[in-house]
């Protein structure tokens, strides 16, 4: 589904990927894990075409297209979900609004109808309810005074309606509590359709227990040093960096 | 007629500080073939001579050009806005208007007034004052849609007695040149007056609004809040004076300019100013101006929807907080239903 090639990218000039390899395969759990700044968001911004960063050299396939020549809304209905860290308030656009356009311009994308009106309730309806997320969110404005944990919740009544084929998690779990988590866990796991392909970032050890990786991937200087599977996640949480022989390179 | 050329009548100079960057000067030197008053289609209504000293020069163009004041005095509550729609057709015209709007005590009204033109090099120089008494609650929505190679000066004078609400709403649609002066002198006390405008000009539209408010009574407030959205060449001032005098205590006086510039060559002129005589009140005043934001594009982008829609998404967004502002439901139908093709 995805294949990265030597990719390098920078953000204000300053190397931040230096030559990273990965490829993931349909219906495979990936998970990115890595020392701050190692530059584990800056990979699922790149892949999501964020205006930060400038890919200077390597290649992205996706779906046997070259991703770098589609933009940010192409790569999103080509089914590119990226989950943010902080997602962004938006007054004044309200939720629901929000989120039927965006289903209306996926399915214009692949030559289907927009969705109508009752078509989109009864979505809302059958999957907000298939794990007790709350549907009041989309009575407000996009993120507007959400708390963090609604804000999460919110980008996950997203990700089930958008339905896309490759979701990229990036510290979706930081700042929830502990039945947040597991509803994240639900939502992942439910969508996992053995087409579906998961890239999530994460630093501990509780959304792995819940959310099984097949592959771990730790992070370091911009490029992937070790790759194991999820008794990597484990032997990290047990050692920590140094511990399974990761240096600090930012010090 | 030349502006410039009327005897007696002294209108502002370049250099006054409260008009300073209002661009005058085309419709003061220009010879308009005729002058004319400007008839209101409604039968029956008081007309009185206009005898007021207004706070600034501009009243008295109108006043001086013709100084008859239609008055509408509204003395029961009405349960629809009372719609006055403006139609310039004749070209190289100079047309006056005077109307006094009276909202006896605790009576609630609402009035819409669209200013819309087809003619060429024609001005409409129109005094408009109203006069909310106690415990009256008023809501005025003014739509300006006049078109290039035309002028719209636009004085409004505002007289709130105790407990009275005024809130006034403008959309500036055109992109002829457009003067908005309104001045409130808040005499009484426990006013409430807000004053919202969106301004979404485009072309070469060249738009003014003269703010002056002043707080004499206790326990007054005034919101003017104005929402800038400006393509092409268009420019605008934004210019907004609120005084609070020594007695006016516990007043409340808030300004606020938010402008987004959709070009390169698009401008705006804010200067919101507050000159406070007293330490009990609550006041702010503040100007923004930038582009739509780039992290709020990206968001919409990344689920899908294209720049263009998200585009357009964000800046009624911003456009919509001067809608949404709107009390009276039935104002806010008209105003989103809106066209121009339906008003010229």
Do not use: W
């Amino acid at each position: 589904m995805l294949e990265i090639k030597d990719l390098k990218v920078n953000i204000n000039d300053k190397e931040i990927l230096k030559g990273l390899n990965l490829n993931i395969k349909e219906g495979e759990v990936h998970a990115l894990m890595g020392i701050n700044g190692a530059g584990k968001s800056t990979l699922v911004k790149t892949l999501s075409a964020h205006y930060d960063c400038v890919v200077t050299e390597g290649s992205i396939t996706y779906k046997k297209k070259d991703l770098l020549d589609l933009d940010v809304s192409d790569r999103a209905n080509e089914g590119i979900f990226m989950s943010f860290q902080n997602p962004i308030e938006v007054p004044g656009v309200n939720n629901s609004y929000f989120l039927k356009t965006a289903i209306s311009e996926k399915r214009k994308y692949a030559g289907e109808d927009e969705i109508d009106t009752m078509d989109f309730l009864k979505l809302i309806k059958e999957q907000t309810s298939k794990f007790n997320l709350d549907k009041k969110l989309l009575q407000r404005d996009l993120n507007e005074g959400f708390s963090g944990g609604e804000k999460k919740r919110n980008e996950l009544i997203q990700l089930l309606l958008l339905d896309p084929d490759l979701i990229m998690l990036d510290e979706i779990d930081s700042g929830l509590d502990v039945d947040a988590i597991k509803t994240v866990a639900n939502v992942v796991n439910a969508m996992l359709d053995g087409k579906k392909s998961v890239l999530m970032i994460t630093h501990y050890d509780r959304l792995l227990e819940l959310i099984k990786p097949d592959f771990v991937h730790i992070l370091n200087d911009g490029q992937i040093v070790k790759t194991g599977d999820y008794s990597l996640a484990l032997e990290l949480d047990e050692k920590g960096y140094e511990g399974i022989g990761i240096k600090d390179e930012t010090k | 007629m030349r502006l410039n050329d009327i005897e007696g009548l002294v209108l502002p100079a370049k250099k006054d500080e409260e008009f300073i960057k209002v661009n005058f000067a085309e419709l003061f030197s220009y010879d308009f073939k005729n002058t004319q008053n400007y008839n209101f289609d409604i039968m029956g209504l008081e007309i009185r001579k206009d005898t007021k000293k207004y706070a600034n020069s501009l009243f008295e163009i109108t006043k001086n050009l013709d100084n008859k004041q239609v008055v509408l005095t509204i003395n029961s509550n009405i349960p629809e806005p009372i719609c006055l729609i403006h139609k310039i057709n004749e070209d190289e015209t100079f047309f006056t208007n005077s109307l006094k709007i009276e909202v006896k005590e605790n009576v609630k009204a609402s009035v819409i007034e669209v200013f819309t033109n087809t003619s060429t090099n024609s001005a409409y120089c129109v005094n408009r004052s109203f006069e909310v008494n106690e415990n009256a609650d008023f809501e005025y929505a003014k739509i300006q849609d006049i078109n290039d190679v035309n002028y719209l000066l636009f004085n409004l004078d505002i007289d709130q007695k105790d407990n009275s609400k005024c809130k006034v709403t403008n959309f500036e649609y055109g992109n002829g040149v457009i003067v908005n002066n309104i001045v409130n002198i808040l005499d009484n006390k426990s006013c409430d007056y807000e004053l919202n405008s969106l301004v979404k000009s485009k072309d070469s539209a060249n738009t003014a609004n003269v703010i002056k408010t002043v707080h004499n009574g206790e326990s007054s407030i005034s919101n003017i809040n104005f929402k800038h959205s400006l393509k092409d060449h268009s420019r605008t001032v934004f210019k907004a004076l609120s005084r609070v005098n020594e007695k006016a205590f516990y007043s409340k006086a808030f300004q606020n300019s938010n402008t987004i510039l959709l070009s390169n060559d698009a401008a705006i002129y804010a200067q919101p100013h507050l000159e406070i005589l007293i330490d009990e009140l609550e006041a702010s005043h503040g100007a923004t101006t930038g582009t739509l934001d780039k992290d709020q594009l990206l968001y919409l982008q990344s689920r899908g929807i294209n720049k263009n829609l998200a585009y357009e998404i964000l800046l009624k967004a911003f456009e919509s907080k001067i809608y949404d502002n709107i009390d009276d439901k039935l104002i806010k139908e008209f105003i989103d239903s809106y066209e121009r093709k339906n008003y010229v």
